[in-house]
Protein backbone atom coordinates (compact mmCIF):
# COMPACT_ATOMS: atom_id res chain seq x y z
CA UNK A 1 0.00 0.00 0.00
CA UNK A 2 2.87 2.44 0.91
CA UNK A 3 4.34 2.25 -2.81
CA UNK A 4 0.91 2.56 -4.38
CA UNK A 5 0.74 5.84 -2.46
CA UNK A 6 3.99 6.76 -3.14
CA UNK A 7 3.49 6.07 -6.61
CA UNK A 8 0.25 7.82 -6.67
CA UNK A 9 1.84 11.24 -5.00
CA UNK A 10 4.89 11.03 -7.75
CA UNK A 11 1.75 10.85 -10.53
CA UNK A 12 -0.29 13.42 -9.24
CA UNK A 13 2.82 15.97 -8.86
CA UNK A 14 3.30 16.76 -12.41
CA UNK A 15 -0.44 17.21 -12.72
CA UNK A 16 -0.32 19.72 -10.16
CA UNK A 17 3.00 21.14 -11.32
CA UNK A 18 0.93 22.00 -14.67
CA UNK A 19 -2.20 23.61 -12.90
CA UNK A 20 0.36 26.15 -11.79
CA UNK A 21 1.08 28.20 -14.93
CA UNK A 22 -2.68 27.46 -16.13
CA UNK A 23 -4.01 29.18 -12.81
CA UNK A 24 -1.62 32.18 -13.31
CA UNK A 25 -3.17 32.27 -17.04
CA UNK A 26 -6.42 32.36 -15.27
CA UNK A 27 -5.47 35.27 -12.92
CA UNK A 28 -4.02 37.58 -15.57
CA UNK A 29 -7.09 36.71 -17.85
CA UNK A 30 -9.95 37.40 -14.94
CA UNK A 31 -8.12 40.59 -13.73
CA UNK A 32 -8.49 41.60 -17.82
CA UNK A 33 -12.21 40.65 -17.79
CA UNK A 34 -12.53 43.05 -14.41
CA UNK A 35 -11.28 45.64 -16.11
CA UNK A 36 -13.10 44.73 -19.12
CA UNK A 37 -16.34 44.54 -17.53
CA UNK A 38 -15.73 48.39 -15.29
CA UNK A 39 -14.09 50.07 -18.07
CA UNK A 40 -15.60 48.71 -20.86
CA UNK A 41 -19.01 47.01 -21.14
CA UNK A 42 -20.26 48.65 -18.03
CA UNK A 43 -19.82 52.40 -20.07
CA UNK A 44 -20.96 50.98 -23.04
CA UNK A 45 -24.42 49.55 -21.70
CA UNK A 46 -24.78 53.24 -20.22
CA UNK A 47 -24.62 55.04 -22.99
CA UNK A 48 -26.65 52.51 -24.98
CA UNK A 49 -29.05 53.46 -22.58
CA UNK A 50 -28.49 57.51 -22.56
CA UNK A 51 -28.66 56.95 -25.97
CA UNK A 52 -32.75 55.32 -26.30
CA UNK A 53 -33.86 57.21 -23.55
CA UNK A 54 -34.20 61.43 -22.67
CA UNK A 55 -33.45 63.26 -19.14
CA UNK A 56 -36.39 61.47 -16.98
CA UNK A 57 -35.29 57.97 -18.37
CA UNK A 58 -38.21 57.24 -20.35
CA UNK A 59 -37.51 55.47 -23.75
CA UNK A 60 -37.66 57.80 -27.08
CA UNK A 61 -36.51 55.19 -29.61
CA UNK A 62 -34.27 57.08 -32.15
CA UNK A 63 -35.16 60.47 -31.36
CA UNK A 64 -31.66 61.20 -29.60
CA UNK A 65 -30.71 59.93 -33.22
CA UNK A 66 -32.47 62.05 -35.23
CA UNK A 67 -31.05 64.93 -33.60
CA UNK A 68 -27.95 64.21 -33.70
CA UNK A 69 -28.43 63.88 -37.37
CA UNK A 70 -30.86 66.99 -38.14
CA UNK A 71 -28.02 69.05 -36.01
CA UNK A 72 -26.27 71.51 -38.90
CA UNK A 73 -22.49 70.78 -37.73
CA UNK A 74 -23.04 66.27 -37.95
CA UNK A 75 -23.00 66.54 -41.96
CA UNK A 76 -19.50 68.82 -41.70
CA UNK A 77 -18.03 66.70 -39.07
CA UNK A 78 -18.66 63.05 -40.22
CA UNK A 79 -16.87 64.86 -43.67
CA UNK A 80 -14.02 65.80 -41.42
CA UNK A 81 -13.59 62.63 -39.79
CA UNK A 82 -13.77 60.76 -43.14
CA UNK A 83 -11.20 62.30 -44.90
CA UNK A 84 -8.90 62.35 -42.20
CA UNK A 85 -9.55 58.83 -41.45
CA UNK A 86 -8.96 58.13 -45.54
CA UNK A 87 -5.42 60.31 -45.03
CA UNK A 88 -5.09 58.42 -41.68
CA UNK A 89 -5.07 54.83 -43.06
CA UNK A 90 -3.22 55.21 -46.18
CA UNK A 91 -0.09 56.92 -44.91
CA UNK A 92 -0.18 54.03 -41.80
CA UNK A 93 -0.76 50.84 -44.02
CA UNK A 94 1.83 52.49 -47.14
CA UNK A 95 4.62 54.01 -44.53
CA UNK A 96 4.21 51.34 -41.59
CA UNK A 97 5.02 48.64 -43.62
CA UNK A 98 7.38 50.30 -45.95
CA UNK A 99 9.51 51.18 -42.66
CA UNK A 100 8.94 47.47 -41.52
CA UNK A 101 10.40 46.05 -44.75
CA UNK A 102 13.40 48.32 -44.78
CA UNK A 103 14.01 47.79 -41.12
CA UNK A 104 13.70 43.90 -41.92
CA UNK A 105 16.59 44.17 -44.98
CA UNK A 106 18.90 46.13 -42.30
CA UNK A 107 18.18 43.53 -39.15
CA UNK A 108 22.31 42.66 -39.40
CA UNK A 109 23.23 45.70 -38.24
CA UNK A 110 23.11 47.88 -35.17
CA UNK A 111 21.29 50.82 -37.34
CA UNK A 112 17.81 48.17 -37.22
CA UNK A 113 17.96 48.38 -33.66
CA UNK A 114 18.86 51.72 -32.98
CA UNK A 115 15.86 53.24 -35.79
CA UNK A 116 13.06 50.99 -34.26
CA UNK A 117 13.85 52.55 -30.44
CA UNK A 118 13.88 56.10 -32.01
CA UNK A 119 10.31 55.39 -34.11
CA UNK A 120 8.84 54.27 -31.06
CA UNK A 121 9.70 56.77 -28.59
CA UNK A 122 7.02 59.29 -29.80
CA UNK A 123 4.53 56.83 -28.78
CA UNK A 124 5.53 56.76 -25.34
CA UNK A 125 4.02 60.81 -24.77
CA UNK A 126 0.30 60.86 -24.17
CA UNK A 127 -1.96 62.55 -26.56
CA UNK A 128 -2.36 65.81 -25.25
CA UNK A 129 1.65 66.09 -24.95
CA UNK A 130 2.09 65.56 -28.84
CA UNK A 131 -0.70 67.93 -29.73
CA UNK A 132 1.49 70.05 -27.44
CA UNK A 133 5.04 69.80 -28.94
CA UNK A 134 3.08 70.18 -32.33
CA UNK A 135 1.75 73.32 -31.66
CA UNK A 136 5.41 74.55 -31.80
CA UNK A 137 6.63 73.14 -34.45
CA UNK A 138 3.41 74.29 -36.09
CA UNK A 139 4.16 77.68 -35.30
CA UNK A 140 6.66 79.74 -37.71
CA UNK A 141 7.82 82.07 -35.12
CA UNK A 142 9.19 79.54 -32.61
CA UNK A 143 8.93 76.69 -34.49
CA UNK A 144 12.68 74.30 -34.78
CA UNK A 145 11.72 73.67 -38.55
CA UNK A 146 10.13 77.60 -38.93
CA UNK A 147 12.91 77.72 -41.96
CA UNK A 148 10.80 75.11 -43.71
CA UNK A 149 7.38 76.62 -43.09
CA UNK A 150 8.66 79.74 -44.46
CA UNK A 151 9.60 78.08 -47.15
CA UNK A 152 6.29 76.55 -47.83
CA UNK A 153 4.90 80.59 -47.55
CA UNK A 154 3.66 79.84 -44.37
CA UNK A 155 4.42 82.74 -41.68
CA UNK A 156 1.81 82.70 -38.69
CA UNK A 157 0.43 80.31 -37.02
CA UNK A 158 -2.84 80.76 -38.46
CA UNK A 159 -1.85 79.96 -42.12
CA UNK A 160 -0.58 76.97 -41.51
CA UNK A 161 -3.48 75.76 -39.20
CA UNK A 162 -6.68 76.60 -42.27
CA UNK A 163 -9.50 74.81 -42.10
CA UNK A 164 -8.12 72.97 -45.53
CA UNK A 165 -4.89 71.83 -43.54
CA UNK A 166 -6.28 69.96 -40.62
CA UNK A 167 -6.82 66.31 -41.71
CA UNK A 168 -3.18 66.13 -43.04
CA UNK A 169 -2.07 67.67 -39.72
CA UNK A 170 -3.78 65.64 -37.63
CA UNK A 171 -2.46 62.62 -39.82
CA UNK A 172 1.22 63.79 -39.10
CA UNK A 173 0.26 63.87 -35.46
CA UNK A 174 -1.70 60.46 -35.42
CA UNK A 175 1.17 58.95 -36.84
CA UNK A 176 3.80 60.33 -35.35
CA UNK A 177 2.46 59.01 -32.14
CA UNK A 178 1.39 55.84 -33.46
CA UNK A 179 3.04 54.39 -36.31
CA UNK A 180 6.48 53.33 -34.01
CA UNK A 181 4.94 51.00 -32.38
CA UNK A 182 3.15 49.27 -35.41
CA UNK A 183 6.67 48.91 -37.15
CA UNK A 184 7.72 47.30 -34.35
CA UNK A 185 4.86 45.23 -34.64
CA UNK A 186 5.47 44.27 -38.34
CA UNK A 187 8.75 44.48 -38.08
CA UNK A 188 8.30 41.25 -35.36
CA UNK A 189 6.04 39.46 -37.55
CA UNK A 190 8.38 39.46 -40.29
CA UNK A 191 10.67 38.01 -38.47
CA UNK A 192 8.20 34.96 -38.15
CA UNK A 193 8.31 34.76 -41.71
CA UNK A 194 10.73 31.62 -42.55
CA UNK A 195 14.21 31.84 -43.72
CA UNK A 196 13.87 29.30 -46.00
CA UNK A 197 10.79 30.84 -48.20
CA UNK A 198 12.51 33.85 -48.68
CA UNK A 199 15.79 31.78 -49.27
CA UNK A 200 13.74 30.29 -52.29
CA UNK A 201 12.47 33.10 -53.25
CA UNK A 202 16.09 34.82 -53.71
CA UNK A 203 17.24 31.32 -55.54
CA UNK A 204 14.54 31.56 -57.87
CA UNK A 205 15.73 35.00 -58.73
CA UNK A 206 13.16 37.29 -57.06
CA UNK A 207 14.48 40.68 -56.09
CA UNK A 208 13.52 43.03 -53.33
CA UNK A 209 10.58 44.47 -54.49
CA UNK A 210 9.16 41.11 -55.73
CA UNK A 211 10.17 39.27 -52.36
CA UNK A 212 8.31 41.95 -50.40
CA UNK A 213 5.17 42.57 -52.81
CA UNK A 214 4.47 38.62 -53.49
CA UNK A 215 5.69 37.00 -50.46
CA UNK A 216 6.24 39.44 -47.27
CA UNK A 217 3.25 41.51 -47.74
CA UNK A 218 0.62 38.85 -48.23
CA UNK A 219 2.07 37.25 -45.17
CA UNK A 220 1.20 39.87 -43.30
CA UNK A 221 -2.14 40.25 -44.57
CA UNK A 222 -3.87 39.80 -41.20
CA UNK A 223 -1.25 41.71 -39.54
CA UNK A 224 -1.99 44.83 -41.83
CA UNK A 225 -6.12 44.18 -41.30
CA UNK A 226 -5.46 43.72 -37.67
CA UNK A 227 -3.68 47.20 -37.32
CA UNK A 228 -6.34 49.05 -39.64
CA UNK A 229 -9.40 47.38 -37.88
CA UNK A 230 -7.59 49.50 -34.44
CA UNK A 231 -6.66 52.62 -36.60
CA UNK A 232 -10.01 53.13 -37.57
CA UNK A 233 -11.37 52.49 -34.54
CA UNK A 234 -9.05 55.14 -32.87
CA UNK A 235 -9.55 57.62 -35.99
CA UNK A 236 -13.35 58.05 -35.80
CA UNK A 237 -12.61 59.16 -31.85
CA UNK A 238 -10.71 61.98 -33.15
CA UNK A 239 -11.29 64.69 -30.42
CA UNK A 240 -8.00 65.55 -28.26
CA UNK A 241 -5.79 67.05 -31.32
CA UNK A 242 -8.80 69.57 -32.92
CA UNK A 243 -9.69 70.03 -29.23
CA UNK A 244 -6.38 71.48 -28.47
CA UNK A 245 -5.95 73.02 -31.86
CA UNK A 246 -9.20 74.87 -31.42
CA UNK A 247 -8.56 76.37 -27.98
CA UNK A 248 -4.35 77.32 -29.06
CA UNK A 249 -6.23 78.88 -32.46
CA UNK A 250 -8.91 81.16 -30.39
CA UNK A 251 -11.89 79.29 -32.53
CA UNK A 252 -9.94 79.01 -35.86
CA UNK A 253 -9.82 75.01 -35.72
CA UNK A 254 -13.58 75.20 -34.47
CA UNK A 255 -14.87 73.15 -31.58
CA UNK A 256 -17.50 70.75 -33.48
CA UNK A 257 -14.86 69.60 -36.35
CA UNK A 258 -14.84 65.65 -35.41
CA UNK A 259 -18.08 63.68 -34.10
CA UNK A 260 -16.11 63.35 -30.85
CA UNK A 261 -16.25 67.10 -30.51
CA UNK A 262 -19.83 67.00 -31.33
CA UNK A 263 -20.78 64.71 -28.76
CA UNK A 264 -18.61 66.83 -25.96
CA UNK A 265 -20.19 69.68 -27.19
CA UNK A 266 -23.96 68.19 -26.43
CA UNK A 267 -23.19 67.22 -23.34
CA UNK A 268 -21.31 70.06 -21.67
CA UNK A 269 -22.17 72.64 -23.80
CA UNK A 270 -26.07 71.99 -24.56
CA UNK A 271 -26.68 69.80 -21.41
CA UNK A 272 -28.05 67.31 -23.60
CA UNK A 273 -25.94 63.83 -22.88
CA UNK A 274 -28.55 62.03 -24.79
CA UNK A 275 -27.51 62.96 -27.79
CA UNK A 276 -24.13 62.84 -26.90
CA UNK A 277 -24.58 59.29 -26.34
CA UNK A 278 -26.25 58.57 -29.99
CA UNK A 279 -22.86 60.24 -31.32
CA UNK A 280 -21.24 57.74 -29.40
CA UNK A 281 -23.20 54.65 -30.21
CA UNK A 282 -23.04 55.34 -33.90
CA UNK A 283 -19.69 55.18 -34.01
CA UNK A 284 -19.29 52.34 -31.94
CA UNK A 285 -22.10 50.78 -34.81
CA UNK A 286 -19.71 52.04 -37.36
CA UNK A 287 -16.66 50.93 -35.90
CA UNK A 288 -18.04 47.52 -35.38
CA UNK A 289 -19.46 47.06 -39.15
CA UNK A 290 -16.35 48.03 -40.69
CA UNK A 291 -14.27 45.74 -38.21
CA UNK A 292 -17.07 42.92 -39.16
CA UNK A 293 -16.33 43.80 -43.12
CA UNK A 294 -12.60 43.87 -42.98
CA UNK A 295 -12.43 40.26 -40.75
CA UNK A 296 -15.10 38.43 -43.15
CA UNK A 297 -13.17 39.97 -46.05
CA UNK A 298 -9.92 38.87 -45.42
CA UNK A 299 -10.28 35.63 -43.70
CA UNK A 300 -8.93 37.06 -40.49
CA UNK A 301 -9.42 34.28 -38.57
CA UNK A 302 -8.88 31.36 -41.49
CA UNK A 303 -5.98 28.69 -40.46
CA UNK A 304 -2.90 29.52 -42.74
Known sequence: MSSQATHARRSQAPARRAL????????????????????????????????????????TGLSNFSTALDDFRFGPAVGHVAFYLLCWLVSLVVFVVGLALLLHRMAAGGVSRVLRFLYYVPGALAGAASVMVWLFVLDPTVSPAAFLLRGLGYHTFGQVIAPGHLPILFTLVAFWTGAGGWIVVMYGALNNISPDVLEAARIDGAGAWQTAWRIQIPLLRKWIVYMVILAFAGGTQLFVEPQLLSQASVGVAGRDYSLNQLAYDFAFQNNDVNTAAAISVELLLVGLVVAGVFVARSGFFDAD
Do not use: K, Q
Open 20 to 59: GPARAGHGFVAAYTVLLIAFGIVPTGYAVYFAFTNAGGRF
